[in-house]
């Protein structure tokens, strides 16, 4: 890997800010725009530049199996996008059968602003208790305290993604040494490149 892939890798990683329900566009918009802002903001799940991470018939057949509303006019809202994340991000690690459970789950208890925005701070959370154990020492131990039952299951798999492109990260960099060499802890946060225009 070059040192430009490295210092993205690093970027993207360490610098996951997802957008919060109240950032999502107040408007409906088509699905090229759709994609332009869950690729901006999960360019982190992407091993190679060729990866794609949502296409347009990925989004159809979401619809198709109604894990997402269908769109209204051709346009899609906040509910859409919020759930395409999640779903994006998900179904990394579960099948999306289980990633609709989970989703009418956690709505049906939180209602959709909550249940969105949580998942967003437990999915930054996960990663930055991952990735700032690395580089401090050549051994760590890795605790998660203080978990209630009612986010037991969003904790886990949030961790679980973490744990999975963190893993993917050092067979790609052919080892965790190498990982170390790049992963200065830090406490800098960015968010996605977006722009919302009517």
């Not at 057949?61 to 395409?84: G, M, Q, S, T, W």
């Not at 959709?112 to 208790?129: G, K, L, M």
């Not at 203080?146 to 993917?168: D, F, G, P, R």
Request: aromatic content about 8%; charged content about 25%; proline content about 3%.
């Amino acid at each position: 890997m070059e040192e430009k892939e490295l210092m993205q890798f690093r970027e993207a990683t360490f610098r996951i800010k997802l957008l919060r329900w109240e950032e999502l566009p107040d408007f409906g918009i088509y699905s090229d725009q759709v994609l332009t802002i869950i690729e901006n903001q999960l360019l982190f799940l992407q091993q190679t530049e060729d990866d794609r991470i949502i296409t347009p018939a990925m989004v159809n057949n979401y619809v198709k199996y109604r894990l997402i509303e269908r769109p209204i006019k051709k346009k899609y809202y906040k509910i859409h996008i919020a759930k395409l994340i999640v779903i994006s991000l998900l179904k990394q690690v579960l099948p999306l059968t289980d990633i609709e459970k989970g989703m009418a789950l956690q709505t049906a208890l939180k209602g959709n602003e909550v249940a969105y925005n949580t998942f967003c701070d437990e999915v930054e959370q996960s990663f930055q208790r991952l990735y700032d154990c690395l580089g401090r020492n050549k051994e760590f131990s890795f605790t998660v305290d203080h978990i209630s039952n009612e986010n037991l299951a969003l904790k886990m798999v949030t961790l679980s993604l973490a744990s999975k492109l963190l893993t993917q990260q050092i067979i790609t960099l052919n080892g965790a040494r190498n990982l170390n060499e790049i992963a200065a802890p830090t406490d800098v946060t960015v968010k996605g490149e977006n722009s919302f225009e009517k």
